[in-house]
């Protein structure tokens, strides 16, 4: 967010987590500015998510930070379920390739994602690595970056896949913060941000609806997949 530090226009960093209840319903759980996105920083974020009673989530969404799942991690050990946000990785492997591949690669890759099922998608991830690997090895290595977590989502329901692939959530409140504040271009200070998002949650200006798929929340999540396309 653009606000007024020093008495000059600066960017800042704003963090936010939003959390989903068993009925489905999701919630602003926290939003801080904090000076950046670094380890240090998302774990003070975490520290004080945990020192409120939220406790260990049975399911995370990232956008991909290191920081930020390096300090899930420190908190919650690595053997969390961390899903990468399936866009945020798609925007990663175009920016590896020249521009005339992006078309196939993009094709290839919703082919993958949104197969219907956990074993096409493992099918399908594999062919995509064969491919890319001889086609743009730049490409394949990229999605191998992420391994297991870009497909984190196939231990869910398939109900729950639209809204557990990727961070749209945040994406969503981002945006709608954006549109109702685009009058002031410059915010006065960096605490204005997280006192105005608040204000307009609490005043149902701007309402989250439930996740799909929630009426299986319920259910456990399956076994994790291997990383058979290693």
């Known amino acids: 967010m653009r606000t007024r530090i020093d008495k000059r226009a600066?960017?800042?960093?704003?963090?936010a987590a939003i959390g989903v209840r068993r009925d489905g319903q999701k919630v602003l759980l926290a939003?801080?500015?904090?000076?950046?996105?670094?380890?240090?920083?998302?774990?003070?974020?975490?520290?004080?998510?945990d020192a409120r009673g939220l406790g260990r989530p049975e399911f995370?969404?990232?956008d991909g930070a290191p920081g930020l799942e390096a300090?899930?991690?420190?908190?919650?050990?690595?053997?969390?379920?961390?899903?990468?946000?399936?866009?945020h990785k798609h925007r990663n492997l175009l920016a590896h390739a020249p521009k005339h591949l992006h078309e196939e690669i993009g094709a290839d890759y919703r082919d993958m994602i949104y197969a219907e099922t956990a074993q096409e998608v493992m099918k399908r991830r594999q062919a995509f690595l064969r491919k890319w690997r001889?086609?743009?090895?730049?490409?394949?290595?990229?999605?191998?970056?992420?391994g297991d977590r870009l497909f984190t989502f196939t231990?869910?329901?398939?109900?729950?896949?639209?809204?557990?692939?990727?961070?749209?959530?945040?994406?969503?409140?981002?945006?709608?913060?954006?549109?109702?504040?685009?009058?002031?271009?410059?915010?006065?200070?960096?605490?204005?941000?997280?006192?105005?998002?608040?204000?307009?949650?609490?005043?149902?200006?701007?309402?989250?609806?439930?996740?799909?798929?929630?009426?299986t929340l319920h259910q456990p999540l399956k076994p994790a997949i291997l990383d058979a396309a290693a």
Do not use: H, Y
């Open 10 to 15: 600066t960017n800042v960093s704003v963090l």
């Open 31 to 49: 939003i801080r500015n904090m000076g950046g996105e670094s380890t240090a920083a998302w774990s003070s974020f975490l520290g004080d998510l």
């Open 60 to 62: 995370v969404i990232v």
């Open 71 to 87: 300090a899930l991690a420190q908190l919650w050990g690595e053997e969390l379920p961390i899903q990468r946000c399936t866009v």
């Open 134 to 146: 001889l086609r743009c090895r730049a490409v394949a290595d990229s999605l191998e970056e992420a």
């Open 155 to 215: 231990r869910l329901d398939p109900s729950q896949w639209k809204a557990a692939r990727t961070t749209n959530a945040i994406e969503w409140l981002n945006e709608e913060f954006r549109r109702r504040i685009k009058t002031q271009t410059v915010l006065p200070s960096p605490e204005t941000v997280p006192m105005l998002l608040w204000a307009l949650l609490a005043s149902g200006q701007i309402q989250m609806r439930k996740v799909d798929g929630w009426e």
